[in-house]
């Protein structure tokens, strides 16, 4: 019943922006906190930032800090990742989830509820 669908990917050069965002139906998640992973061929899914729906506090990966900014639009139940600076070790499928409810901090997606089916970013020259 809940749908959540990610868009904006594509091929960049390395040093390029890209945004992404993730529409979300079905059902509202106003007590929420929705993030952003990313998974590349033969790796495991990783985190990558993460928004509070109600408070907007923010959290972002070490590897991404700095390059990578997390927002929404509450109004439109949209989610956006703005990336700058792109490396080519940003290639990958990149998801919206929706965490679990009544869980304290974590990054990993095991901690997170629905998925979206993703959006492929290549950064590649």
């Known amino acids: 019943q809940v749908q959540l669908v990610e868009s904006g990917g594509g091929l960049v050069q390395p040093g390029g922006s890209l945004r992404l965002s993730c529409a979300a139906s079905?059902?509202?998640?106003?007590?929420?906190?929705m993030g952003w992973f990313r998974q590349a061929p033969g790796k495991e899914r990783e985190f990558v930032a993460s928004i509070s729906w109600s408070t907007s506090n923010t959290y972002y990966a070490d590897s991404v800090k700095g390059r990578i900014t997390i927002s929404k639009d509450n109004a439109k139940n949209t989610m956006y990742l703005q990336m700058n600076s792109l490396k080519p070790e940003d290639t990958a499928v990149y998801y919206c989830a929706v965490k679990k409810l009544y869980i304290g901090y974590s990054n990993v997606a095991g901690a997170y509820e629905y998925w979206g089916q993703g959006t492929q970013v290549t950064v590649s020259s």
């Open positions: 079905g059902r509202t998640f106003s007590s929420r906190t």
